[in-house]
């Protein structure tokens, strides 16, 4: 890892720019950077760790996955 040429190095990162972008940023015009920041801050700590289904959580908000995760350490 962190070699050039390593495509996996940046696959996460990149994943979720990849997401910032396309559901964000390409959407809106903003008029400052100031706006930008807010908008980005925003859809980072409300939509994308809270609301948005990830893959990885079985199509599962982050929420929901945590609340599931603490339901069945509760049963064990």
Same mark, same amino acid.
């Given at each position: 890892m962190s070699r050039?040429?390593?495509c996996w190095d940046n696959a996460? $990162?990149?994943s979720f720019f990849h $997401?910032?972008?396309?559901e964000l940023v390409y959407h809106e015009t903003f008029k400052t950077k100031?706006?930008?920041t807010e908008m980005i801050f925003e859809?980072?700590?409300i939509f994308y760790n809270?609301?948005?289904?990830?893959?990885?959580?079985?199509?599962? $908000?982050p929420v929901e996955?945590?609340?599931k995760m603490l339901r069945l350490e509760m049963v064990a």
């Open positions: 050039k040429g390593d996460v $990162s990149e $997401s910032l972008k396309t100031a706006q930008a859809y980072i700590e809270r609301q948005r289904l990830h893959s990885y959580n079985n199509y599962m $908000s996955f945590e609340e």
